[in-house]
């Protein structure tokens, strides 16, 4: 399942946490507009994927092309220029700065990122604690200031580490409208994500890892007959 017009093309991605091999030639495609989620149990290389393509873990080979530009020698801090928005899983807001502070911190680097009125338009909670310092919001509010930093940089892939993970499900529901809503903009979206009902409404393609290795992909249309499969694999 590849485009030869992908935005994102992985090839052939090894990655190692000091001497263990923890990617194993992971292949895939995020095409322009789509959202497309990682799936797998805990510790099988979804995330280790995501911090491979920003830059975090140097120590990789394969391909990793984005917009035509080889990633491979482009460094971590220069990731964002090329359009990277990496939110992990621990969210990464200054703790100490209030919500409006963490909006505008971060410089934008290309044309396209949402202006801080059109963050609370999308993200109204925000809004209502734009004075507030990090410490004071909940977990589910820290993980909207997280993605609506990353908004305001312009960026034109969003990878997302477990943005549900630990959410109320009333939370976890407005952070897929959320997501909605930027898949309406154009927005295109990397998921690894273990809410795997969450994930099914959201996402129009899927790759199943294990071991550090994609083991199967799919799109949302053949989910029903990929369900018995899955939950093998996912050990739902």
Do not use: C
């Not at 680097?109 to 909670?125: C, D, K, Q, R, W």
């Not at 952070?175 to 898949?183: D, F």
């Amino acid at each position: 399942m590849t485009d030869a017009t992908a935005l994102l093309q992985v090839r052939g991605l090894n990655a190692w946490y000091g001497e263990s091999h923890a990617l194993h030639g992971i292949d895939l495609d995020v095409n322009q507009g789509e959202t497309v989620t990682l799936l797998g149990r805990n510790g099988v290389g979804k995330t280790t994927t995501l911090r491979a393509i920003m830059g975090i873990l140097q120590k990789r080979t394969g391909s990793i092309v984005f917009d035509g530009k080889d990633m491979m020698p482009v460094p971590l801090h220069k990731a964002a220029h090329v359009g990277l928005g990496f939110v992990p899983e621990e969210r990464g807001i200054f703790a100490s700065l209030s919500v409006e502070e963490n909006l505008t911190l971060p410089p934008v680097v290309a044309e396209g990122g949402m202006s801080v009125e059109e963050i609370y338009t999308l993200f109204p909670n925000l809004e209502a604690r734009r004075h507030s310092p990090g410490t004071k919001l909940s977990g589910g509010e820290q993980q909207m200031l997280a993605i609506a930093r990353i908004l305001r940089t312009g960026a034109r892939l969003l990878l997302l580490d477990e943005p549900t993970e630990g959410l109320a499900p009333v939370i976890v529901q407005r952070i897929g409208e959320v997501l909605q809503t930027l898949k309406a903009r154009g927005m295109t979206i990397l998921l690894v994500e273990q809410n795997f009902r969450f994930a099914s409404k959201v996402a129009d393609r899927f790759y199943v890892i294990d071991h550090g290795q994609v083991i199967d992909s799919f799109h949302v249309d053949q989910l029903p007959d990929r369900m018995a499969a899955l939950n093998e694999a996912l050990g739902v």
